[in-house]
């Protein structure tokens, strides 16, 4: 599971890919509750933006932000089921986190090892996500939030290396370029069959 991971700063990657300009942003190094950056559709206005949204996805009815700490990986199995998530899917908020690389712990010396993950060709990464929207109840303040969703992943040659032997593998799911449109105009059903590892491109564990 992803807990960690680093916010792209490739500005002309991403007007390359999204025809969209990158905003500035403080914090590069993303853990649960911290903004990262997001690119999504408006299936309203048909426009697709790009901002700041805080890791770890906050429900409507969630008591308070902290809720956050938990929600910050969805499972591609149960996501239609989970009362954190499922609106969120079924509304089709569907999200490209953009990162230059995540961090999951490789167990192969008999320690967790923190092991950095990127792209094998150092391109940044867009992950599929799911986003939603909470009101603080005090200010009022508009909060977007997501969660990167996640699969097994036993078959796939570098992310089956990472948690301990006995635990499940699973991995997010960075998606090929060619998907990005697809993902974000996707429908449930279209959205689950692109969660799979086909839909990866190469990763490496990088230095």
């Known amino acids: 599971m992803c807990v960690q991971y680093l916010t792209t ?7 390359t890919h999204f025809d969209l300009d990158l905003p500035a942003s403080t914090a590069h190094d993303v853990f649960p509750t911290y903004p990262g950056t997001i690119i999504l559709k408006s299936h309203n206005t048909q426009r697709t933006v790009i901002g700041p949204a805080r890791f770890g996805l906050i429900p409507s009815w969630a008591k308070d932000e902290e809720f ?18 499922r609106h969120a899917w079924s509304k089709r908020h569907y999200a490209l986190a953009l990162a230059d690389a995540f961090y999951e712990p490789c167990y192969e010396t008999g320690k967790a090892v923190r092991t950095k993950i990127t792209q094998a060709n150092r391109e940044p990464m867009a992950i599929a996500s799911i986003w939603d929207t909470w009101t603080e109840p005090e200010t009022g303040e508009l909060i977007v939030s997501f969660s990167m969703l996640t699969i097994e992943a036993n078959k796939h040659p570098v992310m089956n290396r990472c948690h ?7 991995t997010v ?3 090929r370029p060619e998907l990005f449109h697809d993902w974000l105009n996707a429908t449930p059903e279209t959205a689950q069959a692109l969660l799979n590892l086909e839909s990866i491109p190469e990763l490496v564990f990088s230095e």
């Open 173 to 175: 799911v960075p998606l």
């Open 164 to 170: 301990k032997p006995e635990d499940e593998k699973r």
């Open 68 to 85: 956050g700490r938990k929600t910050y990986n969805a499972r591609s199995e149960t996501v239609t089921e989970k009362p954190s998530y």
């Open 9 to 15: 700063v490739n500005v002309d990657w991403v007007k």
